[in-house]
């Protein structure tokens, strides 16, 4: 069983920025994919990153690409998510997710395991 806690949200200002953090329990972090996806009131679960198990190759949505960036500290069990740029339409609870392949895609059906989210408010 993996246990996945988000922090770093918070209320800024549009034009912000802020850093969510992952903390992962288990020694198994290093071979599992991971995930970011958030959602807002009314509206569905919104992928928004992947990175593979090294770290190696990321993906973005087209919604975050050149204002979010993904990344992981493998010796820390901690993945990250780097929010630039932030817009009022980015406010939304942020999830963090966990894969047990390698690798995985853009669909909720890759991720096992979820966090519990963090809130991310950003004001205009």
């Known amino acids: 069983q993996v246990q996945l806690v988000e922090s770093g949200g918070g209320l800024v200002q549009a034009g912000g920025s802020l850093r969510l953090s992952c903390a992962a329990s288990?020694?198994?972090?290093?071979?599992?994919?991971m995930g970011w996806f958030r959602q807002a009131p009314g509206k569905e679960r919104e992928f928004l990153a992947t990175?593979?198990?090294?770290?190696?190759?990321?993906y973005y949505a087209d919604s975050v690409k050149g204002r979010f960036t993904i990344s992981r500290d493998n010796a820390k069990n901690t993945v990250y998510l780097q929010m630039n740029s932030l817009k009022p339409e980015d406010t939304a609870v942020y999830y963090c997710?966990?894969?047990?392949?390698?690798?995985?895609?853009?669909?909720?059906?890759?991720?096992?395991?979820w966090g519990q989210g963090t809130q991310v408010t950003v004001s205009s």
């Open positions: 997710a966990a894969s047990t392949t390698v690798v995985a895609g853009r669909e909720r059906s890759w991720y096992d395991y």
């Open positions: 990175i593979n198990w090294s770290g190696s190759s990321t």
């Open positions: 288990g020694r198994a972090f290093i071979t599992y994919a």
